[in-house]
């Protein structure tokens, strides 16, 4: 399974992004979905998760501000952000984990969408 990002661009503090993540291959069913994070000098930071069944989950920085879906009709992944901040500046990516098959799992990453927060 593959992922493509995209969305990701400049934008001034206070502004909004919509980050998505198009899974492609063979894909039985989507499990889980999350979004990292990873800003220049640091390790990466998981930000977001939907796993099927429960409630998405945040960071705390980013609470209240990003929201994350998916539409499983397009395979496609999105991570809401708005309200940015200058430290949400980095690179995101998307990680997907679920079915191939009835009984073949796979766990992709995306490549990665560069965020810059900046005025």
């Known amino acids: 399974v593959q992922l493509q990002a995209s969305g990701g661009g400049l934008v001034q503090p206070g502004g909004s992004l919509r980050l998505s993540c198009a899974a492609s291959?063979?894909?039985?069913?989507?499990?889980?979905v999350h979004w990292y994070r990873q800003a220049p000098g640091k390790q990466r930071e998981w930000v977001a998760y939907d796993i099927s069944g429960s409630r998405p989950n945040y960071v705390d920085s980013v609470k209240g501000r990003f929201t994350i879906s998916r539409d499983n009709t397009k395979n496609t992944l999105y991570l809401q952000m708005n309200s940015l901040k200058p430290e949400d500046t980095a690179v995101y990516y998307c990680?997907?984990?679920?079915?191939?098959?009835?009984?073949?799992?796979?766990?992709?990453w995306g490549q990665g969408t560069q965020v810059t927060v900046s005025s």
């Open positions: 990680n997907v984990a679920g079915l191939s098959t009835l009984t073949r799992e796979f766990n992709s």
């Open positions: 291959g063979s894909i039985f069913s989507i499990n889980s």
